[in-house]
């Protein structure tokens, strides 16, 4: 079925709430990427933060994730140390910094602006994204 | 003890969360296919928590999901999975939590912290 209007809209208010959220371009400011895994090592168990890990996780690549961990430990974020099993892996840790920047995490706005939907809206909501995020975009 | 409803199609893996369970006292009802777990789901409140793999028969176990919260919007869900299906453990794990998954452990994951994370749930 071709996009109509409607649908075009919709997905350029998507677009425009998730780009809203990173409004931060500031040098040396916090990247999607960099958040993704800030929130990755926030959830993550200890056996799980390697570099190799937090790359399956965010779902791209070892040579950007590796470059978003060294800018995460340049800015005091996250602390690396080698891996005892495997000494080509980098164990990440969130630091104090690190914790503490989690809470302001800019995705956290737009979760608070759907916990304020009525329950309907919100519950729709979240199937709706759940539908989308699991068939994902058509291939080109 | 609680009584858990364990959903995996890996069998060799159930098995082992399985005995880790038991070892810990609870009552584990294992199920390895997608009707079976929909007819478990049915009967939400006879369980004290349910842990659902994410990929079941490369299909999602996300209708599991809704149908073990339309029954019960309290029951613990934990989710596990190591991704599959071309998706990042990120967006895998927000599917689960958007449909009301309470926790989410990710693969490979040792039996002892499959047991910490029960019994957190059940506390």
């Known amino acids: ?140 | 003890m609680a009584r858990i409803l364990l959903v995996d199609d890996d069998k060799s893996l159930a098995r082992v969360c399985q005995r880790a369970l038991a070892r810990e006292g609870h009552d584990v009802e294992t199920v390895h296919d997608h009707g079976t777990a929909i007819t478990c789901a049915e009967a939400a409140d006879a369980y004290d928590l349910a842990i659902l793999d994410f990929w079941m028969e490369a299909e999602s176990s996300l209708s599991i999901l809704r149908a073990l919260r339309a029954k019960s919007s309290g029951l613990p869900i934990l989710y596990i999975s190591g991704g599959g299906g071309g998706l990042s453990l990120e967006v895998t794990a927000a599917l689960a939590e958007a449909g009301g998954a309470t926790e989410f452990l990710f693969k490979p994951f040792r039996p002892r912290d499959l047991s910490a994370r029960v019994e957190a749930l059940l506390r």
Request: charged content about 25%; overall charge positive; aromatic content about 2%.
């Open chain 1, 1 to 140: 079925m071709t996009p109509d209007r409607r649908d075009i809209a919709a997905a350029v208010l998507l677009e425009k709430l998730v780009a809203d959220c990173y409004q931060d371009r500031a040098p040396g400011s916090v990247s999607r990427l960099q958040w993704s895994i800030l929130r990755c090592l926030g959830r993550a168990e200890p056996a799980e933060k390697t570099s190799g890990w937090i790359a399956r996780y965010v779902g791209v690549t070892a040579a950007p994730t590796s470059r978003a961990i060294r800018a995460l430990e340049e800015h005091g974020l996250v602390t690396l140390s080698r891996s005892a099993q495997d000494g080509r892996q980098l164990i990440v840790e969130l630091s104090d910094a690190g914790q503490e920047a989690l809470s302001r995490d800019p995705l956290l706005r737009l979760a608070g602006s759907i916990s304020k939907l009525g329950e309907t809206d919100r519950i729709s909501l979240q199937r709706i994204v759940q539908i989308l995020g699991l068939s994902g975009l058509p291939k080109e």
